[in-house]
């Protein structure tokens, strides 16, 4: 049975820095591509980074990438993403998703991944 499971989140204030974890079971870690995502109340779930099983990152912006860090630990089976001076508008729900890397597409796309954990809360104060 494939799991993920994130931790990490919470509430920080602004500045503050965070760093989500995913631990994965179930599957052959080192060949997948790991995804964070999240979903602020009323909006569409959006990519915010991926590393690929090669360790190739994607990022949502060339902003994101000087605050969200995404790295993997194929020993530990887990991959995680660090985000600094976070600002009230990274409040949400943090997802990482997995999927099978060798030949597939886009990190970026959520569809194009396979399994997802339940979330981890982000809040924001100002």
């Known amino acids: 049975q494939v799991q993920l499971v994130e931790s990490g989140g919470g509430l920080v204030e602004a500045g503050g820095s965070l760093r989500l974890s995913c631990a994965v079971s179930?599957?052959?870690?080192?060949?997948?591509?790991m995804g964070w995502f999240r979903q602020a109340p009323g909006k569409e779930r959006e990519f915010v980074a991926s590393i690929s099983w090669r360790t190739v990152r994607l990022y949502k912006s060339d902003s994101a990438k000087g605050r969200f860090a995404i790295s993997r630990d194929n020993a530990k089976n887990a991959a995680y993403l660090e985000i600094n001076s976070l600002k009230p508008e990274d409040t949400a729900v943090y997802y990482c998703?997995?999927?099978?890397?060798?030949?597939?597409?886009?990190?970026?796309?959520?569809?194009?991944?396979?399994?997802w954990g339940q979330g981890t809360q982000v809040v924001v104060s100002s």
């Open positions: 998703a997995a999927k099978y890397g060798p030949g597939s597409g886009d990190g970026r796309r959520p569809d194009s991944y396979t399994y």
């Open positions: 179930g599957r052959t870690f080192s060949r997948d591509d």
